[in-house]
């Protein structure tokens, strides 16, 4: 496989990262689909390797934790599994290719590390342009007001006119422009 052939669309992984409990993580059912292989065999492998997966690489879900992804997803990706998912950090997602011991699991892993890195990036970069832009409001908050008065200004709403558009008829019956 080239350098630039992905087997996965970045944007799908991308959508599969979650925020919980302060972690950015992937969810067991979402890395079974990516790694093309069943919920249940996933599981599976983990449980017979519980000891590579201490609680900083992997956890279970809580029920309102799992109620609250529900609601955010709207509809349940995971359709109704009879146990709570498990979540995996990126640790824990390195430690996935050798317990799968495939090569997609080693495929899929180097475009999760990626897409981990390009979380990090992005957050990084969001957070750098937040300070700068705070930094120049609060610099040049003065010499900028008539900027900002002008800019509040037309984004009033337009001031009611007492004169009516459009056409009136008069009393002797023809058009008359009002």
Known sequence: MS????????????????LVRGQKVLLSHDLAML???????LNQAVRRNISRFPADFMFQLSMEEVSILKSQIVISSWGGARSRPYAF????VAM????????????????????FVRLREF?????????KLES???KYDQQFKVV??????LMKPPSKSTRRIGFKISDQGQNERG
């Open 89 to 92: 950090t990126e640790q824990g």
């Open 123 to 131: 957050l990084t970069t969001h957070s750098e342009l937040k300070g």
């Open 136 to 138: 120049l409001e609060k």
């Open 3 to 18: 350098k630039n052939t992905t087997i996965l669309p970045k944007e799908r992984i991308d959508r599969c990262i979650y």
């Open 148 to 153: 900002f008065d002008a800019i509040r200004e």
């Open 35 to 41: 790694y093309d292989v069943e919920h249940r065999t």
């Open 96 to 115: 996935l290719s050798s317990v799968l011991n495939s090569e997609r699991a080693v495929q899929v892993n180097i475009e999760i590390m990626r897409a």
